[in-house]
């Protein structure tokens, strides 16, 4: 599988934007998927993830309420919908291929697959 991730750019606080993540290969839409970002001099951590079929989600809490994580399987893409910035969400925002027990879906070492990441700069 391989990741391209999309739709990054420079926004205002308080404003929205959509990121991409298209995924090629047979076997696409059969995992659960993730959004993971990091900003500079950060760790790379958690923002959402999905399973295969869309059906349940997972949040970190810092993105809970103003983020929604879905994906369209006829498509083989996820999209991470961006609402209500701030500019703490500046980071580079990367989408990643799950490979794990649910119980690990916010830890990076579980993912096998990465996109090569977009840049999400939000100005206060």
């Known amino acids: 599988v391989q990741l391209q991730a999309s739709g990054g750019g420079l926004v205002q606080a308080g404003g929205s934007l959509r990121l991409s993540c298209a995924a090629s290969g047979r076997t696409a839409s059969d995992y659960r998927m993730g959004w993971f970002r990091q900003a500079p001099g950060k760790e790379r951590e958690f923002v959402a993830s999905?399973?295969?079929?869309?059906?349940?989600?997972h949040y970190a809490d810092s993105v809970k309420g103003r983020f929604t994580i879905s994906r369209d399987n006829a498509k083989t893409t996820i999209y991470l919908q961006m609402n209500n910035l701030k500019p703490e969400d500046t980071a580079v925002y990367f989408c990643?291929?799950?490979?794990?027990?649910?119980?690990?879906?916010?830890?990076?070492?579980?993912?096998?697959?990465w996109g090569q990441g977009t840049l999400v700069t939000v100005s206060s």
């Open positions: 990643a291929r799950h490979r794990g027990p649910l119980s690990t879906v916010a830890r990076s070492q579980s993912y096998d697959r």
């Open positions: 999905i399973t295969w079929n869309g059906w349940n989600t």
